[in-house]
């Protein structure tokens, strides 16, 4: 089993940065990554990092938003810069490790004022 501890989340205006963070309790072999739901909306991928560090993005925070990983503190990170007011939504770290399987942090909150 796994835990997930996240952190980074608050109000922020449009045009600025957050910085999420998400600690395992453990070393995880796979993918780590980001999700996010907005208000009224369904789940949908954010970006994620393979143990390798290749990353991917959805087309809609290409160029704003980083994913990186430390595997040395199990912890996953996502900068997200010149954030917009569609970015508000609660935020969740997945973690897909090849023993653990499936894993969810509990959700951040990020709102972008305009």
């Known amino acids: 089993q796994v835990q997930l501890v996240e952190s980074g989340g608050g109000l922020v205006q449009a045009g600025g940065s957050l910085r999420l963070s998400c600690a395992a309790s453990?070393?995880?072999?796979?993918?780590m990554g980001w999700y996010r739901q907005p208000p009224g909306e369904q789940r949908e991928l954010v970006a994620f990092?393979?143990?390798?560090?290749?990353?991917n993005y959805a087309d809609s925070v290409k160029g704003r938003f980083i994913i990186s990983r430390d595997n040395a503190k199990n912890t996953v990170y996502l900068q997200m810069n010149s954030l917009k007011p569609e970015d508000t939504a609660v935020y969740y770290c997945?973690?897909?490790?090849?023993?653990?399987?499936?894993?969810w942090g509990q959700g951040t909150q990020v709102t972008v004022s305009s």
């Open positions: 453990g070393s995880i072999f796979g993918i």
């Open positions: 990092i393979r143990n390798g560090g290749t990353a």
């Open positions: 997945n973690v897909r490790d090849v023993r653990w399987g499936d894993h």
